[in-house]
């Protein structure tokens, strides 16, 4: 049977039924997926450890030769021991324990040299092994592929599959970028990238492949990014004349900062222009995005045009729609909140509005996006805390009105390179200063020693009318972990029961119901709740005023944008706040993060540092940016290339803005695959 990408990975030779059900559990079907898993890391066994010198703790290749075996020892029922020893060329004596690998075990032979590769254990003169993989002699001037597996499958069953796939699609991977880009980026061809990430003869074969597919994943997904930002460009937009803000401007209670100002302009021209605005408002938490987002929806209103703000939680939604109804209510522009909670007769109601042009603005969750929610003339859609949307849901709610102006909003600061990719097909506008008169918020790091005088200082606070936070990584109730943390649960009970018993103690975690939470925070907010004890649920959470500290359990569990993220949520007044992170780590990394912490309050500093100290996996997890998940690609460390990427995808685009030449074929149905992958396909 020939073999081509699409054929189904059971008739591959030596797979089968049975087994093609564990591919299947690594999202691998076909042929062409399976040559597309590539290995997380490489064993070398080119240079194999001394015994005497391979680190205990840590992975050591050692070559030794086999002086004994000892019998099978059953443990217990499924589960059989083996033992075998053996020395190395300086003499030292190895004790290595296999696990119910008798098969593994009776082909070694005595007098025979291996090379065992596994975790080192024992002491200086009698190394241990504990189920080490094994390799003859002939293996070890290669790079072993090391596979992201699953049970029931061996790196060695993975590799030994796509040996065989390769030995049949080689010759079948086309070439898909024009030869003008690989050789100006030094970019081998894609049939050398495709074998030897799998199987390179040595390291700098690897690095060559990895280089290649590295620089074609950031490639078409930048080219698939502009072709999103393109189509919109060639729309006709909602077509808005200039308007006038200045009495807007003039009624608000301060005064907008300047970056606040040029933000307004880069929106409103944007707004005024033939092709509809696509466009990113980034500030940090508390920097006034709101009020610029609500100097948008004037624009609109001042041309009888409706605009739609989305907020990821109701809670939130119900906050922006209270402050915009304050701001734009003297001004006659009817506003409306629309939520999942929103009751059955209101929602209806509400719906009728919108499609009749009674409503000037609607703000709302997930609801907006349903059937059945039609607007009159929808001109702007504002989506807020934009990280928590993919880039399909954000262009669902654009389609309800044809072609509106888009405008996002995040509070999370990302540093230039990761915006870059994960808004590639926006604008930027960035709010870089505070509101006059925000005082910081103080920030102290401490140990577990002095616990005792932060909660004096939060219970003074109390006292005076205030309210405070305190924040516990995510445990399950009713269990402690290995470190020695508690729920939230089960905290927020201890300190109602001992330190803060003559307060009133509110808890809130991710687990609770939606209905439960939202009555929290609004009891919160409301003054009914001295302490909230939480879990990062309230990152993205409403502006409570009268919350003044607060104090974050095991900071070192956190990372730095996060805990930047929560440090947000006081300081929302004008009094001074302060934020407290509790750790007992001594790690570099872990005081590193926190030292950063006290010393800066700017967002995009602590972003900065953080995507250096911990990479955009943990920085900014895929599900919340939208993206698809990259094969190989880091953010962190692939700059450069990210960065010839972008330069490469711009110049062929201004070439070809279509990809419409016969030579752009494969490329085109890349960015195809790829913009399903996000969740959006120019129409």
Known sequence: MAVGFETDIQYLKGIGEKRAQL?????????????????????????????????????????????????????????????????????????????????????????????????????????????????????????????????????????????????????????????????????CHLQYAVENIHFPAQRQNML??????????????????????STKGMEAAVRLAPADLSDFIASLPFPLTGAQLRAVGEITADLAGPAPMNRLLQGDVGSGKTVVAACACVFAAKNAAQAALMAPTEILAAQHHQTMQKLLGPFGIRTALLTGSTKAAEKRRIKEQLAAGEIDLVVGTHALLSSGTEFARLALVITDEQHRFGVGQRIALGQKGGAPHTLVMSATPIPRTLALMIYGDLDLSVIDTMPVGRLPVKTYAIDSAKRQRAFGFIQKHLDAGYQAYIVCPLVEPGEQDTAGLISAADYARQLQEKEFSAYRVGLLHGRMKAAEKEETMLRFKNGEIDLLVATTVIEVGVDVPGAVIMLIENAERFGLSQLHQLRGRVGRGNVQSYCILLSDSKGLDARARLNTMCRTTSGFAVAEEDLRLRGPGDFFGQRQHGLPQFALADLSTDVALLESARTAAEELLTADPGLALPEHRLLREQVEQMLRAIGSRPN
Not at 34 to 63: K, N, S
Not at 98 to 111: E, M, S, W, Y
Not at 120 to 140: D, H, I, M, N, R
Not at 150 to 174: D, F, I, K
């Open 208 to 229: 060559l492949a990895r280089r290649r597919l590295i620089f074609q994943e950031l490639f078409t997904l930048t080219l698939a990014l502009s072709a999103v930002r």
């Open 23 to 187: 591919f299947r559990k690594l999202g691998i079907t076909t042929a062409g997926e399976l040559i597309a898993h590539y290995p997380r890391e490489y064993i070398d066994l080119t240079q194999p450890t001394p015994a005497a010198a391979a680190p205990v703790g840590q992975q050591a290749a050692i070559r030794a030769t086999v002086t004994g075996k000892s019998g099978e020892q059953r443990i217990r029922k499924g589960l059989s021991v083996f033992k075998v020893q053996a020395v190395d060329e300086e003499g030292i004596r190895l004790s290595i324990t296999f696990f119910n690998a008798k098969f593994t075990v009776d082909k070694l032979q005595a007098g025979q040299e291996y090379l065992f590769y596994g975790q080192v254990g024992g002491t200086l003169l009698k190394k241990e092994l504990s189920a080490p993989l094994v390799f003859t002699l002939q293996e070890a001037q290669e790079l072993i592929p090391v596979y992201p597996l699953t049970a029931g499958l061996t790196s060695r069953m993975v590799a030994g599959a796509v040996r065989q796939a390769l030995g049949a699609l080689l010759e079948q991977v086309q070439e898909p970028l024009p030869s003008a880009i690989r050789v100006q980026h030094n970019l």
